[in-house]
């Protein structure tokens, strides 16, 4: 496995949306993560990482932290080797250095940091009022 690159990120206005991804750097083919659940964190400076939402190894269930729920959506595409993260309604306080994390070990969602055992660098988000 390559390591794990993260991107979307950007500045945008309190109410915009951003979409980011997460993908292997130079893995080819699918599937390299079909039996391993996925996830977002973020971090801000002075602070832990903290858990965004995570999303099973089929897709078919997701978990979010209660101050994204219904404003972040989380996918994943098995053939691309990608996770999602799609951001709408962002607010100020989603600013943040965003992480993706691959839980090898578990086909299931997780809000637990120390369950992820393969981490990509971050990609910044950072929102204006």
């Known amino acids: 496995q390559g390591q794990l690159v993260a991107s979307g990120g950007g500045l945008v206005q309190a109410g915009n949306s951003l979409a980011l991804s997460c993908a292997p750097d130079?893995?080819?083919?699918?599937?390299?993560?079909?039996?391993?659940?996925m996830g977002w964190f973020r971090q801000t400076p002075g602070k832990g990482r903290g858990f965004v939402a995570s999303?099973?190894?089929?897709?078919?269930?997701?978990y979010y932290a209660v101050s994204v729920k219904g404003r972040f959506t989380i996918t994943r595409d098995d053939a691309k080797n990608t996770v999602y993260l799609q951001m709408d309604d962002l607010k100020p306080e989603d600013t943040a250095l965003y992480s993706c994390?691959?839980?090898?070990?578990?086909?299931?969602?997780?809000?637990?940091?120390?369950?992820?055992?393969?981490w990509g660098q971050g990609t910044q988000v950072t929102v204006s009022s």
């Open positions: 130079g893995v080819s083919g699918g599937g390299a993560f079909t039996k391993s659940a």
């Open positions: 994390a691959v839980r090898s070990t578990s086909r299931y969602v997780s809000d637990i940091e120390d369950s992820y055992d393969f």
């Open positions: 999303i099973s190894y089929n897709g078919l269930a997701t």
